[in-house]
């Protein structure tokens, strides 16, 4: 959680443990590249989904900006979810080495885009890496430099 409202912290905890099945204490510390704004946080294990599910309970409230990663396994390809209240949600499909994986028919879509005139190819291209999500939530993320990190396990 990069930023959220002290008021929301709780209602964050509450949606993350619904998810997981476990009760959820997050350690939050302000976040200087907001002030008045709090971060935390935290690793958790689950089944493939968990990373969707996660988002989806956290996307609701506008004011908050995350970002939720699950890595790949023999099952599933890896996700990530970028979330800021200007851009709204991000979601890319990750392989094994952390590179975002971008479907065939998304990058025809983004050539016919270019090619009608409606945008630029390099600007379809940086939306489809996330880019613009990239540089909202980076002064955040490492404005979180030593805050501590809460490990959650859930038996899968």
């Known amino acids: 959680m990069h930023s959220a409202p002290r008021a929301l912290c709780p209602h964050v905890e509450w949606a993350v443990a619904g998810v997981l099945g476990t009760r959820v204490n997050l350690d939050w510390i302000r976040q200087p590249a907001a002030p008045g704004t709090w971060r935390s946080e935290f690793s958790w294990q689950g089944r493939a989904g968990t990373a969707s599910q996660l988002a989806s309970a956290l996307r609701g409230w506008h004011l908050l900006r995350f970002e939720v990663t699950a890595e790949p396994c023999p099952t599933a ?80």
Do not use: N
Request: charged share 30%; hydrophobic share 35%; with cysteine.
């Open 77 to 156: 390809e890896g996700e990530r979810y970028s979330c800021t209240p200007d851009l709204g949600i991000f979601h890319a499909v990750t392989g094994i080495h952390g590179d975002i994986l971008i479907p065939e028919d998304r990058l025809r879509a983004a050539l016919t885009r270019s090619q009608r005139g409606e945008t630029d190819l390099e600007g379809e291209i940086a939306r489809l890496l996330g880019k613009p999500w990239d540089d909202e939530l980076e002064p955040f993320r490492y404005a979180g430099e030593g805050a501590p990190v809460r490990w959650l396990h859930q038996v899968v």
